[in-house]
């Protein structure tokens, strides 16, 4: 069963890490990664760029708006993704638990649906 580990990070958490702090998380970030990746548990991630470099498509009553940034509403922003193969949600949630994110936002953990399932539901 597949899993997206969503990475959130606050800005400011992170600014606030003693020096050489992120690059430590980061370099055992890569090497718990690449040990789940030969186990054939990580199939997929990559790091975003910062909110301020992207922009935000809305649709509302046929009207369009795009806005520079995410503009949510929240102090933690989207920062990276993970998608895992695991037995189990619970299985899905230990693996996160293995990625120090946590401690500067949050790492949320979400099935991904059946999409080829999808497809075949609604005729498609």
Known sequence: MQFLMLIYTDPQLLDALPDGEY??????????????????????????????TGKSLRVRQGRETVLDGPFAETKEVLAGFNLIEADSLDDAVEMARA??????????????????????????
Do not use: H, N, Y
């Open 23 to 52: 690059d430590t998380w980061m370099r055992g970030c890569i090497r718990k990664a690449d040990e789940l990746r030969g186990e054939g548990k990580l199939l997929a991630s990559q790091q975003l760029e910062a909110p301020a």
């Open 99 to 124: 990625f120090p994110w946590s401690r500067t936002g949050c790492i949320e953990v979400r099935p991904v649906r059946d999409f080829e399932g999808v497809r075949k539901r609604v005729g498609a």
